[in-house]
Nanobody
Framework: QVPLVASGGGSVQAGGSLRLSCTAS???????????MGWFRQAPGKEREGVAA?????IYADSVKDRFTISKDNAKNALYLEMNSLKPEDTAIYYC???????????????WGQGTQVTVSS
């Protein structure tokens, strides 16, 4: 198993921005560049849901489209999620994950990283 370490969470007011990062260790450049990865989130009392995923293409949940941007730096074995125009309903623990393919489905996750808390106040 390859550790995925997420960071960048915090508390912001509505309308603010945050950038989440996720670093994977143990991959070579060539292997990491082929892996699909994604961000998921889980709010209190709710099921974990897909937010964004990236492989050769990117996909987003409707709730975050045009506000969030997922990107991947293969040279750094890093995954990012730029979050703008944050809303209170974006409050959740955000998890990075390795995927079988670019998908927002939790059943396509092959490995979960740790979570990072994002809190958006109104």
């Amino acid at each position: 198993q390859v550790p995925l370490v997420a960071s960048g969470g915090g508390s912001v007011q509505a309308g603010g921005s945050l950038r989440l990062s996720c670093t994977a260790s143990g991959y070579t450049y060539s292997s990491y560049s082929t892996i699909a990865m994604g961000w998921f989130r889980q709010a209190p009392g709710k099921e974990r849901e897909g937010v964004a995923a990236i492989a050769s293409t990117t996909i987003y949940a409707d709730s975050v489209k045009d506000r969030f941007t997922i990107s991947k730096d293969n040279a750094k074995n890093a995954l990012y999620l730029e979050m703008n125009s944050l809303k209170p309903e974006d409050t959740a623990i955000y998890y990075c994950a390795c995927l079988r393919s670019a998908s927002l489905g939790t059943r396509d996750v092959t490995y979960w990283g740790q979570g990072t808390q994002v809190t958006v106040s109104s």
